[in-house]
């Protein structure tokens, strides 16, 4: 993933809150259903305007406190993952 690579959620997507802690995205295009945690909903709502892995990992400096190592790893895993689902594009 380069860092010039902006991501936008596909408008098609359903998204139903279940509690605090997480939502369920439904991909009408495929049937599949994603659970996501509130991290990963973080992301999702970055993602209403095309944004670039460095502006979604800097968003998350300034939203949080504590920041895991591994943060940009989990997030580079995530987008991968909902861009290849069909959740979100690349351009």
């Given at each position: 993933m380069s860092g010039k690579e902006a991501y936008l959620r596909n408008p098609d997507?359903?998204?139903?809150?279940?509690d605090e802690s997480g939502c369920l995205l439904f991909?009408?295009?495929?049937g599949e259903v994603l659970v996501v945690n509130d991290t990963g909903r973080f992301i999702w709502d970055l993602c209403?305007?095309?944004?670039t892995m460095t502006e979604i990992?800097?968003?998350f400096g300034e939203a949080?406190?504590?920041?895991p190592e591994?943060?940009?790893e989990d997030v580079e895993q995530f987008v991968s993952a909902m861009t290849k689902g069909g959740f979100i594009a690349s351009k």
């Open positions: 997507i359903a998204l139903r809150d279940e991909n009408p295009d495929t209403e305007k095309a944004v990992l800097m968003s949080y406190e504590s920041i591994n943060l940009s």
